[in-house]
């Protein structure tokens, strides 16, 4: 499976972007998918997932309210709406086939995408 995020770049504090991901797989709709981050200096960590069908989303606590992920099977894309962004939601953001529902581990992730990166200036 490859995965190609796009989307990124720069925007003032309270701002938004749309990250998007297109992924090769024919049988993209049995894959779960996740939106991952990496700020510099920090490790990776999970901001969003979504189910198969896309009728369960699941948030990390800090991006809640604020993100919202989707995907559109007929197209192989997964998409994260980042609103209201803040500083400290600078990072490079990675989308992910991941092999567990609920999960937020790195190490149940599948299949990387090359990452793009989103800064957010005060």
């Known amino acids: 499976v490859q995965l190609q995020a796009s989307g990124g770049g720069l925007v003032r504090a309270g701002g938004s972007l749309r990250l998007s991901c297109a992924a090769s797989a024919r049988t993209f709709i049995y894959y779960l998918m996740g939106w991952f981050r990496q700020a510099p200096g920090e490790e990776r960590e999970f901001v969003a997932g979504i189910s198969r069908n896309g009728g369960s989303a699941d948030y990390t606590d800090s991006v809640k309210g604020r993100f919202t992920i989707s995907r559109d099977n007929a197209r192989n894309m997964v998409y994260l709406q980042m609103n209201s962004l803040k500083p400290e939601d600078t990072a490079v953001y990675y989308c992910?086939?991941?092999?567990?529902?609920?999960?937020?581990?790195?190490?149940?992730?599948?299949?990387w995408g090359q990452g793009t990166l989103v800064t957010v200036s005060s």
């Open positions: 992910a086939v991941t092999t567990q529902w609920g999960t937020r581990s790195r190490n149940d992730v599948a299949y």
